[in-house]
């Protein structure tokens, strides 16, 4: 069994440290299965199924993300710490994040519409996806300077975070 993004890496990424009771507690179930299921070994090169196998992968995820990103004209991702970026695991996610998160507007709301049909838990590497797919988009809505862009990038920001918050309560409900 694979090891989902842990908990505290999404609330980090879109809460903020100080995050709200309420999610915290629907996420209690999860954090056990999450924890359980970490395997530690060497993650520096590219895995299909996602990024994070690790409490230690996700502190380096946040520690990538949190020294700050760039996006380029052809909307390929860059960490502004070079010495981050030239580490192997540093490579390797930047690879994963330019190679399996949608980078478009419409490709964001296709991954918003599979995941807000889908019945079951979103899968590991759906999660690891999703919760990517909140940072860029939150990336690209700051950045964007007509409101008409900004206000349908806040949009599926907003759809994605949602998806992530059913997601969290669904798999809190069979605990």
């Known amino acids: 069994m694979q090891a989902k993004t842990p908990w505290f890496v999404t609330a980090w990424l879109f809460l903020g440290f100080g995050g709200l009771r309420d999610v915290r507690d629907l996420t209690v179930a999860r954090t056990y299965i999450l ?57 390797a996610f930047l690879a994963f994040l330019n190679d399996n998160i949608p980078k478009t507007l419409s490709g964001l709301e296709n991954m918003a519409n599979s995941l807000e049909v889908q019945d079951k838990p979103i899968s590991s590497s759906h999660f690891e996806k999703l919760v990517l797919g909140i940072v860029y988009s939150a990336h690209q809505a700051r950045r964007q300077h007509p409101d008409v862009e900004q206000r349908a990038w806040t949009e599926v920001l907003g759809r994605l975070v949602n998806v992530t918050f059913v997601d969290l309560r669904r798999t809190n409900a069979k605990f």
Not at 51 to 60: E, T, Y
Not at 69 to 91: C, F, H, P
Request: aromatic letters at 6%.
């Open 35 to 91: 924890l359980a299921d970490a395997s530690p070994g060497n993650h520096g090169g590219l895995n299909p199924q996602g990024f994070v196998k690790s409490i230690s992968d996700a502190n380096r995820m946040y520690e990538f993300l949190l020294s700050g990103v760039q996006i380029n004209a052809d909307n390929n991702i860059a960490m502004l710490d070079k010495e981050l970026a030239s580490m192997r695991q540093g490579r």
